[in-house]
């Protein structure tokens, strides 16, 4: 299989978003949004060590990513752009600090941060 860029095509459901022009920029939007929630679910951690919390939040954040999976597996270009940009923005607002004081997991130092998906960039191990 391999992408491709028209506009009939099923994504998630059946017979959506269809050929309409309507519908399917409704669901680039859904699937850059979706992208951009899973990265705000990612950037946020507890302050408190609550199991059951935390285990409610990763699984959503992995049903949410399992979604786009398959959203992404549509095999349609436009679906895929709007997935990576949808994560890039997510990342851009929610894990960096490009608009201000970066958030305090980022500021952790490498021994604190095991918990966290990706290792800092400054964490040499």
Known sequence: MTFFWGRKSEVLFTDWP??????????????????AG???????????NKDL??????????GLMYLLMLAV????GGIFIAACVGHAVGILLF??????????????????????????TSCSS
Not at 20 to 28: E, I, P, V
Request: charged fraction near 20%; glycine fraction near 4%.
């Open 38 to 48: 899973a990265e705000i679910i990612s950037s946020h951690h507890l302050a408190h």
């Open 53 to 62: 919390a935390q285990t409610v939040v990763h699984t959503l954040r992995v």
């Open 73 to 76: 597996m549509s095999f349609k």
């Open 95 to 120: 894990r960096s600090a490009f608009f201000g004081k970066p958030p305090e997991e980022l500021t952790v130092s490498c021994k604190e941060s095991k918990y966290r998906d990706l290792p800092s």
């Open 18 to 35: 269809g050929d309409s022009r309507g519908m399917y920029t409704l669901a680039l939007i859904a699937v850059f949004l979706l992208t």
